[in-house]
């Protein structure tokens, strides 16, 4: 599917453009130890430099990381719960510039 804001991709393979907040749950739940440890979320404008990404650690938590230069925006954190992490993504990605996006 084509995104005009951002898509998100799994290291198996599943690629949604524009995911709800339900699409990033389940592609963050989805995650496991075998071939697929990482949802990574770009924007569609390949010119804009930020990005997001879950990655399943060892023990079960999961490793979140918002990286956005043009805010001089960069964080890393550890978190248990999928449902807060979708969350936390949908309303950070909803900061970001889209060149699409009307005013």
């Known amino acids: 599917m084509d995104a005009d804001y951002y898509h998100a991709d799994t290291e198996d393979g599943d690629h949604i453009g524009d995911p709800s907040e339900d699409a990033l749950f389940m592609l963050i739940e989805g995650l496991d130890q075998r071939d697929n440890t990482f949802v990574a979320i770009n924007p569609a404008d390949e010119d804009s430099a930020w990005y997001a990404s879950v990655s ?48």
């Open 56 to 103: 399943l650690l060892d023990d079960g938590t999961y490793e979140v990381e918002r990286h956005d230069p043009h805010q001089r925006h960069h964080d890393r954190t550890v978190e248990n719960d999928p449902h807060h992490i979708a969350r936390d993504l949908t309303i950070w990605l909803a900061g970001r510039e889209y060149p699409k996006r009307t005013a």
